[in-house]
């Protein structure tokens, strides 16, 4: 168990390197040498939402919106499962375009065309009633990051929207049977190491079956544009933190740390604590306008290969169901 002070103190340390090899052991031991590669449709940028880091903010006039038919969301999804990929993420901004049917008939749609394949959403936040929905239609897994444990700070940076209600959707949708990712920013205005500290302890205690943490990334067309992006070690010593404290969670090597250090960001992942890359899949079309930050880097399976042989392990084209789901061997 890692107390809070245990956290500040690696945060502060002179370097990582021991902090570095403790994941690396607990990422072996728990998830062996395999990255598991998954794929991800961003099928529109629409979102009623107003974050102020993001890109996507409805206020964002100088953005290009698109969104996908159902018929090219299938087509997309469809290539990643040609390529060998055996989960699929679709991601949107909060866009109630897509209605409940429309969305469950492209989950079963795409569970029909490959049944051994997972489906993960990320598509925010919805009326309760659906995720139930999403469920039956055989959507496995459920992206929705906490953003930042500190609520009055979400708060803030999330005008219209409220913690507590994200809090309370995430645990419906563990009751609800689906394995459930969370995942917070690094280096947000007005973060401390306190509140970093927290995310340890969150993780911690909730154990989830994934976590994506990335740095903040200032977007040219948002009130943060002038920010300062989160930095690159503490991204890192967070993965690695992460890794320890919740040793059977998926840990993506994130598009964001990938954008802050393009050469080396997924490999860099891959040795501190993450065991997962996301290929996107996306119709190059639309992909940048998919912009929450600016300059984003995305991984292609070329790429993602790249970097795990970088990091010295090897790509898997696994399910990679949730390391809680699995007997310890
Ligand atoms: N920097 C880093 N990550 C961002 N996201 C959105 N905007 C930014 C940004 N400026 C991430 C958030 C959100 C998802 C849509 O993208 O974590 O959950």
């Known amino acids: 168990?890692?107390?809070?002070?245990?956290?500040?103190?690696?945060?502060?340390?002179?370097?990582s390197h021991a902090l570095r090899g403790r994941a690396d052991a607990a990422r072996r031991e728990h998830c062996g040498e395999g990255v598991f590669l998954r794929g991800i449709v961003e099928f529109s940028n629409c979102c009623a939402r107003s974050c102020r880091y993001c890109g996507l903010?409805?206020?964002?006039?100088?953005?290009?919106?698109?969104?996908?038919s159902p018929a090219e969301i299938r087509q997309a999804a469809s290539t990643l499962l040609r390529w060998g990929l055996r989960t699929v993420i679709l991601q949107s901004g909060d866009d109630a375009h897509?209605?409940?049917?429309?969305l469950c008939d492209i989950i079963r749609d795409i569970k029909t065309d490959a049944p051994g394949a997972a489906i993960t959403l990320s598509i925010g936040e919805r009326p309760l009633e659906d995720y139930e929905a999403f469920r039956e239609a055989g959507a496995d897994r459920y992206l929705l990051k906490h953003e930042?444990?500190?609520?009055?700070?979400?708060d803030r940076i999330h005008p219209g929207q409220s913690h507590a209600v994200r809090m309370s959707i995430i645990e419906r949708l563990r009751e609800l049977g689906?394995?459930?990712?969370?995942?917070?920013?690094v280096g947000l205005p007005g973060q401390t190491a306190e509140d970093l500290a927290g995310e340890i302890l969150f993780l911690q205690d909730f154990q989830p079956d994934m976590a994506g943490i990335g740095p903040f990334l200032p977007q040219a067309d948002t009130p943060f544009a002038d920010q300062q992006a989160g930095e690159r070690e503490t991204v890192l010593r967070l993965l690695a933190l992460a890794r320890i404290a919740s040793p059977g969670t998926h840990l993506p090597a994130t598009t964001a740390l990938a954008t802050l250090d393009p050469s080396e960001g997924f490999a860099a992942g891959l040795r501190f604590g993450c065991n997962v890359i996301m290929v996107n899949g996306t119709?190059?079309?639309?992909?940048?306008?998919?912009?929450?930050?600016?300059?984003?880097?995305?991984?292609?399976?070329?790429?993602?290969?790249?970097a795990i042989r970088l990091a010295g392990r090897t790509a898997s084209l696994e399910r990679g169901d949730s390391l809680r789901l699995q007997p310890a061997e």
């Open 1 to 15: 168990m890692l107390s809070k002070n245990d956290i500040l103190d690696e945060l502060r340390a002179p370097d």
């Open 57 to 68: 903010r409805r206020e964002n006039r100088r953005l290009k919106r698109y969104r996908m």
């Open 98 to 102: 897509y209605t409940t049917a429309m």
């Open 283 to 306: 119709p190059d079309s639309y992909r940048a306008s998919y912009r929450l930050y600016d300059k984003r880097v995305c991984a292609d399976l070329e790429s993602a290969r790249r």
């Open 148 to 154: 930042t444990v500190n609520a009055t700070l979400y």
């Open 178 to 185: 689906y394995q459930v990712g969370v995942g917070f920013l």
